[in-house]
């Protein structure tokens, strides 16, 4: 209860005072912006969103039949963004995720692929590093997205079943063996007939958005798009 007050107290001062940039630490910034205007614009954008048959489409063919897929940012090693993605994920810095996810918006909705999207679902986190975690990266980067390209989001209708240990030693076969199964639906009418975009922060083998896009494209009539922040090369 503390540690949410605090939080909350945390992510309401953030819009009353002057912080500094997360990428220089110099500039001084004043609105929910995290990123001062040079830092933002030196992050290496993909055009994804504007592309059909680029490179994170790819990795779905044969596997997912997606209506369309994108990633914002090409993701480094040693990069700015590197360094958000860790503020989000490791030290409870959701502004920087939400910041993200507004950047995600933006480009979604100037875009003409994903114009036909209905709603937004974030990929589940394992319940036990959600509760660790106090909150779902993906869901955050969701919020951000909905704040700029106003479409419903979807909390919990897509569901993580089972606890999986980290998989960064096994193969793809693995894997997808090992993710079968791992995500469930618990509305099924909710989604009936809609076009949901599945939403994550960073998309590497694609194994566990495929693993969680499956189940949503046995849904009578839904299509199935992908959106994340970050790619990685
Ligand atoms: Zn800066």
Known sequence: MIQ????YLKDFS???????????????????????TKCLFELPETNFCNTSDNPVEKIFYGRLNIVSAAAVYYFTKDSLLQHLMIELKYRNNKEVGFYLGKQLGYQLQESQRFTDVDVI???????????????????????GIASIWRKPVLKNVVIRTLFTETQTQQD???RWQNMQN????TDTKILEGKHVLLVDDVITTGATLEACGAPILKIPGAKLSIATVAWTI
Request: some cysteine.
């Open 182 to 185: 791992v995500f469930a639906i």
């Open 121 to 143: 679902v974030p990929l589940p986190l394992n319940p036990k590093k959600e509760k660790k975690r106090g909150y779902n990266q993906a869901m955050i980067i969701c919020e």
């Open 4 to 7: 949410k007050l605090i939080s």
């Open 14 to 36: 953030h819009l009353l005072y002057p912080h500094n940039c997360e990428g220089c630490g110099t500039d001084v910034l004043h609105d929910d912006a995290i990123l001062c």
């Open 172 to 174: 793809r076969v693995h």
